[in-house]
DNA sequence: TCGCGGATTGGACGGATGCGCAATATCGTC
DNA sequence: GACGATATTGCGCATCCGTCCAATCCGCGA
């Protein structure tokens, strides 16, 4: 394998990482896993990464955190606050096969036995928190939403969402992501004291920023 | 080890499954563990099962069932509907450490790479929505709830708990238990048009049906 | 042009994996 | 008491695991 830079290399193994996980899962992804589907040798990986969990971890971070920021840069380039929660529905919510919140589940399930994971897990949910109850606080302030408790309101519409797109998910035909937005956008306007159908409104149509593709794109710039 | 009939075998084997899955995650759990667990040899686990999604599928099945069943006993107990929902929340919410949920969020990340074990955690999904789609729609019935779609409710109030739950579970310190049953039970009076409190009151102390023991109990009758 | 340091290799290590099979032990039944 | 059925054993098989390390290769500065 051609040379390359510690940074570079790093990036490579984790991009890898993150293709073999999406494929077998992440409890199933191996080190020799990792090298062989960049064409290395198993040793490399642990000259980069003090262990197997670590390697884990930021696969799961890579994939997690380019959602959050993806979906992070077009809520707060929306005009209103009300605009940002639609983007924050229309791509936060699943598709069918998504990959994406396969890894979530995956990493829920981990968090309990691989401390690293936890903690990425842990702090990216959290940013998702802050995110949407940073949304809320900004409707509450420019008087387009009432909610008397942001923080909790933030933690409910998120949970609703996890918990319903672990259905569709994980279990496929049960529920499907139709309901799911619908169902929330429901819920979030009787949340914040918003008209029925204020964000219902052809919100559940195309251009999602996660799972759009079946592949991670390639590492590096 | 003493000889059994076929059917105790099975029970003792799922039963040690279900020692060794809660100890070590569904996805960790091996033959050798579940034999030596229960002091036989690994053979002896091939003998009674076909593969070793079928020995987690059941084991996982074992836990939740029991769960539900549990639960859904007390719930018809009850004396009203809104009694019957209080139960639901009580039972429901996980403690902290849970292994029962920890049991849930394995199987719902296993989903998709074991078949046994998504159709065991789908079908017991269903019934937990049918269980507490029946109580709300008994109290549409008599004219304490009002809920337009009680399927929908369910689900919505169901997957706000799986949600919300989650975080305990995973995560540990992000949000607690009270947290959780309030929220939810908040939810679900608006879900159900109850007025602020009906839930609340004082359904978040003692007497949990689930993660009470640290240890499942013994197999058998 | 040489040498050095770091990137990379590839296999050794001890142990674990699911599964299958021949051998054995132990029962109920005649 | 002997027999046949079957529950149970214990190990073999091929493959995999994470970790570790000595050897090798290559590019860059001198």
Known sequence: MSRMSRGDRRDAIVAAAVAVAVRKGLA??????????????SGLIHHY??????????AFKRVASQDLTASGRQMVAAETPLAALKVF?????????????????????????????????????????????????????????TCAEPAAAAWRILSLLDGLALQVIAHGTTIGRDDVIAWTTGAAERELGLPDGALAARCARRGRARGTSPRPGPPGA
């Open 49 to 58: 990464f003090e262990s197997m969990d670590d390697v884990l971890a930021a």
């Open 89 to 145: 529905f229309r791509t936060y919510a699943p598709a069918d096969k998504d990959w994406s919140f396969q890894l979530w589940l995956d990493a829920w399930a981990e968090a309990a036995r691989r401390p690293a994971v936890r903690a990425i897990s842990r702090q990216l949910n959290l940013e998702w928190q802050g995110l949407l109850e940073g949304v809320i606080r900004a409707g509450v302030a420019d008087g387009t939403f």
């Open 28 to 41: 199933s992804t191996t080190v020799r896993d990792v090298a062989s589907e960049m064409g290395t040798s």
